[in-house]
């Protein structure tokens, strides 16, 4: 019985890894260039009571709000209230084009202002509200064949919109103060 021991102790076997080896050399490079490396915007929000609180120190004479609804967007001067202009949209036509003609004409009168407020119905998406705030922080124009990306109003605060019945004024007699201090 003895005997058996010994035997079982001077028979040492010894690990053979290569195989293992061979097959992380290969899968660690393939794993490391297929992998997705995701990128992660972070865009900085103010809430408006602080922002209103901030601006009763400066002598800024305009500030833009936006109020939006499911079926329109509503510009509006935010120290005033009064309205400048509404743009009807729809889910299937949400009138871009009049929104960004519209607004590219507020930062050509008010090229200093860079604050504007969203004003959000509870029924709005979020997907509308990004889109939103893409058109309103920046635009891209081809000059000269390059495309050039022009800053619109990147400061963004955002609330919710008011009720229906507290806009009691017209939208023609904004967007006509409007006009009349562009000239």
Same mark, same amino acid.
């Given at each position: 019985?003895?005997?058996?021991?010994?035997?079982?102790?001077? %028979?040492?076997? =010894?690990?053979?890894? #290569?195989?293992?080896?061979?097959?992380?050399?290969?899968?660690?490079? @393939?794993?490391?260039? #297929?992998?997705?490396? /995701? !990128?992660?915007?972070?865009?900085? +929000?103010?809430?408006?009571? +602080? $922002?209103?609180?901030?601006?009763?120190?400066?002598?800024?004479?305009? !500030?833009?709000?936006?109020?939006?609804?499911?079926?329109? @967007?509503? @510009?509006?001067?935010?120290?005033?209230?009064?309205?400048?202009?509404?743009?009807? !949209? /729809?889910? %299937?036509?949400?009138?871009?084009? %009049?929104?960004? %003609?519209?607004?590219?004409?507020?930062?050509?009168?008010?090229?200093?202002?860079? $604050?504007?407020?969203?004003?959000?119905?509870?029924?709005? #998406?979020?997907?509308?509200?990004? &889109?939103?705030? $893409?058109?309103? !922080? /920046?635009?891209?124009?081809?000059?000269?064949? *390059? +495309? &050039? *990306?022009?800053? +619109?109003?990147?400061?963004?605060?955002?609330?919710?919109?008011?009720?229906?019945? =507290?806009?009691?004024?017209?939208? &023609?007699?904004?967007?006509?103060?409007?006009?009349?201090?562009?000239?």
């Amino acid at each position: 019985m003895k005997l058996v021991r010994r035997n079982r102790m001077q %028979e040492t076997v =010894e690990l053979n890894i #290569t195989a293992f080896m061979n097959l992380m050399v290969i899968l660690v490079p @393939f794993l490391l260039i #297929t992998a997705v490396f /995701s !990128r992660m915007t972070v865009l900085d +929000l103010n809430l408006p009571a +602080l $922002d209103a609180a901030a601006n009763e120190n400066t002598e800024e004479k305009f !500030r833009l709000q936006l109020v939006i609804r499911q079926d329109s @967007f509503l @510009f509006q001067d935010g120290r005033t209230g009064i309205p400048l202009k509404s743009v009807t !949209r /729809s889910a %299937e036509n949400p009138n871009w084009k %009049e929104f960004d %003609e519209f607004i590219k004409r507020v930062k050509m009168k008010f090229p200093d202002s860079q $604050d504007i407020a969203l004003l959000l119905a509870k029924d709005v #998406t979020y997907n509308t509200m990004i &889109e939103v705030m $893409d058109h309103v !922080r /920046s635009y891209d124009d081809v000059v000269a064949a *390059t +495309l &050039e *990306t022009y800053e +619109l109003f990147p400061n963004i605060s955002i609330g919710n919109a008011p009720e229906i019945s =507290e806009q009691a004024t017209t939208v &023609e007699a904004g967007a006509g103060e409007l006009e009349g201090e562009a000239q």
